[in-house]
């Protein structure tokens, strides 16, 4: 098995962190633009506009407790508990291809939910003792 030094786990937790950051924050201008893409999206689900406006809004906040250290722990289980719900969309409604992304979305899904799997991990262990 596999042991990593807690130096390096934290370096992985802070990279993972800010790539998960950075595509929460990047989805953000779809959303909150009203892109044809996301409306259809949300549209399909049964939430629009609300849902689209919500769920932009809680990925905002989340990015930004993913890049603020002593708050990563809480940033990366509201993105884990999104992104199951990111997921389980494509999975059971949405289809895993949208609109010719070749899987885009859905892959970006994926890999947030598993790095915010691995941060919550890392900075478990990282939690002050009791």
Do not use: Y
């Not at 809680?58 to 992104?83: D, K, Q, T, V, Y």
């Not at 969309?89 to 994926?110: K, N, Q, W």
């Not at 991990?121 to 939690?127: G, P, T």
């Amino acid at each position: 098995m596999l042991s990593l030094t807690q130096p390096i786990k934290n370096r992985i937790s802070t990279i993972l962190s800010i790539l998960s950051a950075i595509i929460f924050l990047q989805t953000l201008f779809f959303k909150f633009t009203g892109a044809q893409e996301s409306v259809e999206i949300f549209s399909s689900l049964g939430v629009e506009p609300w849902g689209r406006i919500w769920t932009g809004t809680f990925e905002f906040l989340i990015a930004i407790l993913l890049l603020i250290p002593p708050l990563r722990f809480i940033g990366a289980m509201g993105g884990f508990f999104l992104m199951i719900g990111a997921v389980f969309s494509h999975l059971l409604f949405l289809g895993i291809v949208i609109h010719e992304d070749g899987g885009l979305l859905f892959g970006l899904a994926l890999f947030t939910l598993v790095s915010c799997a691995v941060i919550l991990s890392i900075e478990w262990d990282n939690r002050p003792p009791s």
